[in-house]
Structure formats: C-alpha cells, structure tokens
C-alpha cells in the first residue's frame, strides 16, 4: 500500500514537474523572431557589458556609431548608410538570414575570395569593403572588439530564441531559366515597393541623425557591386527566406525560389557603388561563385549570363571540367 502510493507520488511530480518545465522554457524556444526585440534584450539589460552593447549599436546603428553620421569624421569606416543588421536580421540572430551564432566556432575558415583561411575579423572587413562600401577597420580597432564581443555573447548570454542556428541562407533550387527583368520588376512592384520605394531608395527615418528605416536596394547609398548580395543566386537565397519583412521566413516563406530570383535580378540589375581592384577577387578563378557579376572568368560564358543566368550550364561546367560542385 505504502509502495502505490508513493508510485502515484512520484508520478503526481514527474507530472506537474514537466508540466511546469514546458511552461517555462516553451514559449521562450518558440516565441516567433518579431516578439523578440535586441535592443531591449541587449541595451536594457544590466547583465551586458558596456563593451557588448558598444558593440551591438556599432552593428545594428552602424551608420551614426562608424558610418556617415558619426559625428568625428575619422571614426567613419562604413561608406554608406545601411546597418550590418540590415542583412543579418534581428540582431544577427535570425535563422536563414546569415546569423552570427555560433560564428566564433565558423572561423578562422576558408575563403575563396581571397584564396586563403581568413579570419572572423577578415570576414567582418569583407562585409564593411563590400556589403558596406566602406573601408577596413585595423584589425585591433576598438570597434573590431566591440563587434566581436557582442557575437561572443551572442552564444554565451543570448536565451536559445531563433536558435535553429542556420548558417548562411536556406539553399533555393536553382532555376533552370534566366532572370527576368519583366517578371521581376511585377514582383518589386507588388511586394516590395512599400517599403523599398520604387527607385529602391529605401526610407529614411525621421530624425536626420539616423539612417534608415527601410535600406535602400540600389543607387548610391547601398551595398557596392563586389558585395555578396549584388550575385543573383545569393540575393535570391536572402529574399526568398525573409523578404517581404515580417510576412517572410524561412520556415514560412512568401515568394517561391524562381520569384525571389527574379526579383534578385531586378534589384542588382540598377547602378550601385562600384568596388575598386575587383579583378583580383579569387586569385584561384575557379572558385569564383557562378553568379558574381564582374569579371575575369576562368570559363567562356558571357559576362550577361554569369549575371542573369541561365545557371545551370555554368554549373555543369564547373563540375565536368574541375570536378567542383558550385550552389552559388
Ligand atoms: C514591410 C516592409 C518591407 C517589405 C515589403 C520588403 N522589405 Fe526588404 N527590408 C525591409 C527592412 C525593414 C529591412 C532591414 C531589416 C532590418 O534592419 O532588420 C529589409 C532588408 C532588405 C534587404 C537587405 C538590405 C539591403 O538594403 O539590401 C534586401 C536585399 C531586401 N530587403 C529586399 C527586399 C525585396 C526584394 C522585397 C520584395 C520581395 C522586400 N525586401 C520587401 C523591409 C521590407
Ligand atoms: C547588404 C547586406 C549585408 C550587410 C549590410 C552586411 N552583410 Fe555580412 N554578409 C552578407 C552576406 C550576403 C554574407 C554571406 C552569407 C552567405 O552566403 O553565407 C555575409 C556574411 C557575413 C559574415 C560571415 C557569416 C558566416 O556565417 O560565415 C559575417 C561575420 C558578417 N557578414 C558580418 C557583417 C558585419 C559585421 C557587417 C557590418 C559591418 C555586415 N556583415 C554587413 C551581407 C551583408
């Protein structure tokens, strides 16, 4: 008698011990990527560093902390108006949108660009050059720590929220077809133009100290022609997965994988910042991604195609001819 009951006893807690586990850590896993806000998470949290939160606003204001709008102008490195977060989503920490989690354990890694294993610190310089246009910080700049101490404590302090932790962007299944500008620009029109505007000018926010509201996608003021998101098939990959914002993700994704590439292709089809000395981009040519845009190429496709595609052909060449299987 006395064993039953203290059975149903030890039930009784397994029980509510596990009904109470859920309620605690469920809906922290599972809360969706909009109800959490960085800037409360990190800037009003008095468990994080003063050099953490530095860093956080050099990555997600960077126009008014490194970038145009920085009062001093020899603390300006980035060259146009964006915020790195403007890419890498929420903080860094959205799946399927090049998250920096984990980023610490990614690197030192292999980068064809420069043929060489090349540093987070390198890596970060890669995006201020390109994605940025702007200009590389000294590796021991005190807002190169900064940055990296807040994707540090990304893994360490951050709550596992968004923690699917996708590296990179979601693969999209290349199309067998060319970028079309016409399908593109019906697709801009009906999902993006709100927002972006239809110059692709983006949308400033009111105070004249900060930088935009909603990044503009080509002209003078965006990402430069040797950047990662000017080659359709990455592009395609980032909006595929979380463009239209807030209606998009990539576990609920709005276009399709041959929309977003059509609308990738419009976007990078408009004049932008021009990168010097992109010539010397991957010394190895062939490891050149099959859409960069610029040249030189180690094959005889034409620079048309290795911007708008078909890609495909491009692809197989690579593979028949050096055994090198390419996704981008
Ligand atoms: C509801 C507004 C909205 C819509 C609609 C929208 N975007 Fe965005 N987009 C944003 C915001 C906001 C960001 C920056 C996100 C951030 O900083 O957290 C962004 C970022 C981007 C970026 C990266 C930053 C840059 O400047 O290059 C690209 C590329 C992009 N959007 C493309 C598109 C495309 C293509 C569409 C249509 C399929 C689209 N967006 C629809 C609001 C929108
Ligand atoms: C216009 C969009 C854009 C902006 C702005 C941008 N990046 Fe990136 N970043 C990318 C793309 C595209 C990649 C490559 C993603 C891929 O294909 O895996 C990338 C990759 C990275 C990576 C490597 C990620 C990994 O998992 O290997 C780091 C680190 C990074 N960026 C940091 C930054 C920092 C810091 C800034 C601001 C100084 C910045 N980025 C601004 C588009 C951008």
């Known amino acids: 008698m006395a064993l039953v009951g203290a059975l149903f006893l030890l039930m009784l807690v397994v029980f509510f011990g596990v009904l109470y586990f859920d309620r605690i850590w469920k809906p922290e896993a599972e809360k969706p990527i909009q109800e959490w806000n960085p800037d409360v998470l990190v800037l009003s949290n008095p468990e994080v560093s003063e050099q953490v939160k530095k860093g956080y ?30 890419c890498h989503l929420n903080g860094g920490t959205q799946s399927g949108a090049a998250s920096w989690i984990g980023i610490g ?78 399908k593109g620009k019906s697709i801009y029109e009906k999902e993006c133009t709100l927002c972006h505007g239809a110059k692709g000018q983006g949308v400033r926010f009111n105070d004249p100290k900060k930088g935009y509201q909603y990044p503009p996608l080509w002209g003078d003021d965006t990402y430069n022609d040797g950047a990662g998101m000017h080659r359709v098939l990455t592009a395609a990959a980032f909006i595929k997965n979380n463009m239209p914002y807030l209606q998009a993700r990539w576990d609920n994704p709005k276009l399709t994988d041959e929309e977003a590439y059509h609308v990738a292709g419009y976007i990078n089809s408009f004049s932008r910042p ?42 197989q060449y690579y593979k028949q001819t050096y055994g090198i299987e390419k996704t981008k």
């Open 57 to 86: 606003l050099l990555l997600s204001a960077s126009s008014q902390n490194m970038g145009p709008l920085q009062e001093n102008p020899s603390l300006r490195y980035a060259g146009n108006n964006l915020s790195c977060t403007n």
């Open 105 to 182: 354990n990614r690197f030192p890694q292999f980068g064809g660009r420069a043929n060489k294993t090349g540093s987070l610190t390198e890596r970060i310089n890669g995006c201020m050059e390109r994605s940025m246009n702007g200009k590389a910080l000294p590796e021991d700049a005190p807002q190169m720590k900064a940055m990296l101490a807040y994707m540090e404590w990304l893994d360490e302090g951050l709550p596992k929220l968004n923690s699917k932790n996708f590296k990179g962007y979601p693969k999209i299944e290349i199309p067998s077809v060319a970028v079309n500008l016409t």
């Open 274 to 315: 021009q990168k010097e000395n992109t010539t010397t981009d991957y010394p190895d040519k062939k490891l050149k991604p099959v859409s960069t845009p610029y040249g030189p190429w180690t094959d005889s496709f034409s620079p048309e195609q290795h911007k708008y595609g078909p890609f495909p052909p491009i692809i």
